[in-house]
């Protein structure tokens, strides 16, 4: 770990430690602005916190002792009348003081309209959600940078770490462990092995095989097929298992399996092309053989597994600057998302793009103020998606509007924005969509420029009455309308 390059994303919060050390050298200049940034930022937050009961239909607040990189939504457990319990997937970036681990939450997610206002806006910053409740520990070797759980199976787990290698884990059966300094690591139950270098960041699971797609400062994108490792009852939804009803491991052991680490599986194809660190890859939503992938060389690569190892077609200049997000449209395959570094999502049509496309999207969403970390389409609304930024903001878009906004939009707001959550007063380094939930989002904020250290988690849904089509709106509102008429009349 020693004479590390830092990380380009600025997303790793420095230890303690040298926080302390570099403090008196800061000067007071330093000081002073960094005072009045806090202000700014305090303000925001202080007027977002007043409109929350108004634009939301439901909020949940939970402070992070150690800053999480990543959050995922895993299967859901149970439904009742007014909530749903669902899997969360977190982790723990810390300081060396304790083990880093990856984290099994259970989430109980209240369903729409059944918040009281008032009470969604009462929560302590300081404060643990009720809402959120740790189930189980893993110790991760090394810090975890990336969760992704497999479509077909969300028990099984993908995690990047500062390594070469991909770890796979059935959250299920590992057992549970307790973070003391000096633990040993927890045994993953596969790894995937074909990086030269470390792979960070980029982390995909295929939505329609058990294939994992991974990216690394080795500039290669690297695929493997988990098919033969894991048993049919991992890809068979119907199977009528809930998870955590027993029933062992579903990944099969081998021969291999002596391996201290855990077994390794080799790769199906590596793949050449970007000129630096791959930071993110997307499988086509309609083929496990078709994948992109987005680096700091600012390229946009479109592969095909069943041509060969070289790009199919090469978006040399995608954006301005380093790309750290990719996403493929699961409505429409034509569509891919990108963010970038130079605080702009762009969104490209596969059908124009030819491989030496120079800037060549369809149109580029403005919004941020910093860089872009993740963008992800909406799985509800085939014209929406969300972006998280530096900005500590997480924008919500829908290109159908762009073209159509009336005149009562907020003059100078960026084409195409219909909502923006405030609620986060640093970095949003990750957010995740829930499948289960229509319109419930997971984010999460690493706090280490704001209050120091630690993290914000936050789970929320929008009214409603933002999303749904205006006539629906206006005639509740209206029926609304006559109702408190009718009650003021009686009095």
């Not at 797609?213 to 290669?220: A, N, P």
């Not at 906004?405 to 969509?433: C, I, S, Y």
Request: aromatic fraction near 8%; charged fraction near 25%; charge should be negative.
């Amino acid at each position: 770990m020693e004479g590390q390059v830092p990380k380009k994303r600025g997303r790793k919060p420095k230890p303690k430690e040298e926080k302390d050390h570099q403090q008196p050298q800061q000067g007071k200049m330093k000081e002073g602005k960094r005072g009045q940034h806090a202000a700014s930022v305090d303000e925001k937050y202080t007027q977002w916190k007043s409109l929350v009961p108004v634009l939301y239909d439901w909020l949940a607040n939970h402070n992070l002792v150690w800053p999480s990189l990543s959050c995922r939504w895993g299967p859901q457990l149970e439904q009742a009348t007014y909530k749903n319990r669902q899997r969360l997937y977190l982790s723990e970036q810390t300081d060396g003081s304790v083990p880093n681990t990856l984290v099994i939450a259970n989430c109980e997610v209240v369903k729409p309209r059944v918040a009281a206002a008032e009470h969604i806006s009462q929560f302590n910053e300081e404060a643990r959600s009720p809402f959120v409740k740790k189930y189980k520990t893993i110790i991760h070797p090394g810090e975890v940078n990336r969760i992704r759980e497999l479509p077909q199976n969300s028990r099984i787990v993908a995690t990047h770490t500062d390594s070469p290698d991909v770890l796979i884990w059935d959250v299920e059966t590992q057992p549970n462990r307790h973070a003391v300094l000096g633990a040993s690591n927890s045994r993953p139950d596969l790894i995937l092995t074909g990086h030269q270098e470390n792979a960070e960041f980029a982390l995909a699971m295929c939505p329609t095989e058990p294939f994992v797609l991974s990216g690394g400062k080795d500039k290669s994108v690297v695929l493997w097929s988990i098919q033969d490792h894991i048993t049919s009852s991992a890809s068979d939804p119907a199977s009528g298992k809930s998870p955590g009803s027993g029933g062992g491991s579903i990944i099969k052991r081998d021969g291999n399996d002596k391996a201290v680490d855990g077994p390794t599986v080799g790769p199906r194809g590596i793949y050449q092309g970007h000129d630096d660190t791959v930071e993110d890859v997307a499988f086509s939503p309609s083929s496990a053989q078709e994948f992109c992938s987005v680096g700091d060389d600012s390229c946009l690569i479109f592969w095909d597994a069943r041509v060969g190892t070289t790009p199919v077609i090469k978006v040399e200049k995608a954006q301005n600057a380093d790309l750290h997000s990719v996403d493929w449209s699961p409505h429409d395959s034509n569509f891919i998302l990108t963010g970038s570094a130079d605080n702009s999502v762009c969104m490209f049509d596969r059908r124009s793009l030819t491989s030496n496309g120079v800037g060549s999207h369809v149109h580029k969403f403005e919004g941020h103020n910093a860089a872009v970390l993740c963008v992800q389409w909406c799985p509800d609304k085939a014209s929406v998606f969300g972006s998280s930024a530096e900005d500590g903001l997480l924008n919500i878009w829908d290109y159908e509007q762009i073209g159509k906004e009336t005149d009562a939009k907020a003059p100078g707001a960026p084409a195409g924005l219909f909502f923006q959550h405030a609620g986060h007063r640093d970095k949003v380094v990750d957010f995740h969509w829930n499948t289960h939930d229509p319109w419930t989002i997971v984010s999460v904020s690493d706090d280490c420029e704001t209050s120091g250290g630690g993290g914000t988690l936050q789970i929320w849904r929008m009214s409603d009455l933002l999303y749904r089509p205006e006539e629906e709106v206006l005639e509740e509102l209206q029926t609304f309308k006559t109702h408190v008429s009718q009650c003021t009349a009686k009095n």
